[in-house]
């Protein structure tokens, strides 16, 4: 088979916009720059007005990406989107990838995609699915998302759960149907007892991490439920919920206060940086995805990577990655009775090999991701 060498651009976040999205891209750039092809990024100039940002900061100070040739798309801006079509044109790509993962940015991924390959007509233009639809999508956004989804020619996805949602809304679309790599950016692992002294947490009781942004479809709620279940019984497990919330955050507080032991949750309710990941990963004996609704989680590639257990639930594609590997556990979502039981479970299973895990995890490598999508 002979090699050949292509020229990508990624139109999308990079560093230093924080979160999953802005990681993920900067991997697959270094993934596919690994297998020999050259890789340009153009970056947000702006991603969401602030009058439109749940969070706090959309930036992560310190960081700064190895692939940005521009920052060439302001979210609001129609005019940089022929502009950054331009640059992109002049590039002269085989292949353009635009991820997708909220519809408030597909008016302007579908315009860059369509007049690149006006400008550009050999490029392949790919549309790569994080999730089908924004989470908790309304109909007008569905609409958004359906334009960028006519404007690609292929389509690449992280789970069999995407595809076939992808499917239903242009079912003649090619489709690459990969994974979710797992992320090897953060520090390693500290010992238990260092990473409790740094969270102000007792070394002793077993911890259960619920990790990464709060949002209603993933359950947190749910959890919560289930924790309370654990502690009415005696059980001396604790509880950290670490992420900052992107919704109103009472209700979840009510049910920490109600609960027989409010004391046993420790919450950090802001965004976790890339420096301090590896503390509550470190901390955790237990990695927890209650979630309700799910096409896959970036939490999911920073556990398998520390080699820490899983509870997940049978949503979207969760159960690609834990149906099977050693230290997954699924259970039904929506459900304290089911989450609670896998809960107990989990925490009382014997420790796994890490020869085993490894084996499992090996088939997530990022250089696996970028043959099977260069490739098909």
């Given at each position: 088979?002979?090699?050949?060498r292509?020229?990508?651009?990624?139109?999308?976040?990079f560093?230093?916009?924080r979160?999953?999205?802005a990681?993920f891209?900067?991997?697959?750039?270094?993934?596919?720059t690994?297998?020999?092809?050259?890789?340009?990024?153009f970056?947000?100039?702006r991603?969401?007005p602030?009058?439109?940002?749940?969070?706090?900061?959309?930036y992560?100070?310190?960081l700064?990406?190895q692939f940005?040739?521009?920052?060439?798309?302001?979210?609001?801006?129609?005019?940089?989107w022929?502009r950054?079509?331009?640059?992109?044109?002049?590039?002269?790509?085989?292949?353009?990838?635009?991820p997708?993962?909220?519809?408030?940015l597909a008016?302007?991924?579908?315009?860059?995609?369509?007049?690149?390959?006006?400008?550009?007509?050999?490029?392949?233009?790919?549309g790569?699915?994080h999730n089908?639809?924004?989470?908790?999508?309304?109909?007008?956004?569905?609409?958004?998302?359906?334009?960028l989804?006519?404007?690609i020619?292929?389509?690449w996805t992280?789970?069999?759960?995407?595809?076939?949602?992808?499917?239903t809304?242009?079912?003649e679309?090619?489709i690459?149907?990969?994974?979710?790599?797992?992320?090897?950016?953060?520090?390693?692992?500290?010992?238990?007892?260092?990473?409790?002294?740094?969270?102000?947490m007792?070394?002793s009781?077993?911890?259960?991490?619920f990790?990464?942004?709060?949002?209603?479809?993933?359950?947190?709620?749910?959890?919560?439920?289930a924790a309370?279940?654990?502690?009415?019984?005696?059980?001396?497990?604790?509880?950290?919920?670490?992420?900052?919330?992107?919704?109103?955050?009472?209700?979840?507080?009510?049910?920490?206060?109600a609960?027989?032991a409010?004391?046993?949750?420790?919450?950090?309710l802001?965004?976790?940086?890339?420096?301090?990941?590896?503390?509550f990963?470190?901390?955790?004996?237990?990695?927890?995805?209650?979630?309700?609704?799910?096409?896959?989680?970036?939490?999911?590639?920073i556990?398998?990577?520390y080699?820490?257990?899983?509870v997940?639930?049978?949503?979207g594609?969760?159960?690609?990655?834990?149906?099977?590997?050693?230290?997954g556990?699924?259970?039904?979502p929506?459900?304290?009775?089911?989450?609670?039981?896998?809960?107990?479970s989990a925490?009382?299973?014997?420790?796994?090999?890490?020869a085993?895990?490894?084996?499992?995890?090996?088939?997530?490598?990022w250089?696996?991701?970028?043959q099977?999508?260069?490739?098909?």
């Amino acid at each position: 088979m002979v090699f050949c060498r292509m020229k990508i651009a990624i139109v999308s976040v990079f560093l230093p916009y924080r979160g999953g999205i802005a990681q993920f891209n900067e991997a697959m750039a270094k993934a596919f720059t690994a297998a020999g092809h050259e890789c340009i990024g153009f970056n947000f100039s702006r991603q969401y007005p602030s009058l439109l940002f749940p969070g706090t900061n959309q930036y992560e100070d310190g960081l700064q990406s190895q692939f940005v040739r521009t920052e060439a798309v302001d979210s609001v801006n129609p005019k940089t989107w022929y502009r950054c079509a331009r640059l992109i044109g002049k590039e002269q790509p085989d292949v353009v990838i635009v991820p997708f993962w909220t519809a408030f940015l597909a008016p302007a991924l579908a315009t860059v995609a369509r007049r690149v390959k006006a400008l550009h007509p050999s490029a392949r233009i790919v549309g790569l699915f994080h999730n089908a639809n924004s989470h908790d999508a309304k109909p007008w956004e569905k609409a958004l998302t359906q334009r960028l989804v006519r404007s690609i020619d292929e389509a690449w996805t992280l789970s069999e759960d995407v595809s076939k949602q992808l499917k239903t809304r242009r079912e003649e679309l090619p489709i690459t149907t990969a994974f979710h790599p797992l992320y090897e950016h953060f520090d390693p692992l500290i010992s238990r007892e260092e990473a409790r002294g740094q969270l102000d947490m007792p070394v002793s009781p077993k911890l259960v991490l619920f990790f990464g942004l709060i949002r209603p479809y993933k359950g947190l709620e749910w959890l919560l439920k289930a924790a309370t279940e654990l502690h009415k019984n005696g059980e001396d497990v604790f509880f950290c919920i670490a992420g900052e919330p992107y919704t109103d955050w009472e209700p979840y507080q009510h049910i920490i206060d109600a609960s027989p032991a409010p004391e046993r949750f420790y919450t950090y309710l802001k965004f976790i940086p890339k420096e301090d990941v590896h503390v509550f990963f470190s901390a955790a004996d237990l990695v927890c995805l209650p979630y309700a609704a799910a096409s896959q989680s970036g939490v999911t590639a920073i556990a398998m990577h520390y080699h820490k257990p899983v509870v997940a639930t049978d949503v979207g594609g969760l159960k690609e990655y834990f149906d099977g590997n050693p230290i997954g556990h699924i259970c039904a979502p929506r459900n304290v009775h089911a989450l609670t039981e896998a809960i107990r479970s989990a925490l009382s299973a014997e420790p796994v090999e890490a020869a085993s895990i490894a084996t499992w995890n090996a088939r997530f490598a990022w250089a696996a991701f970028a043959q099977q999508c260069l490739s098909a």
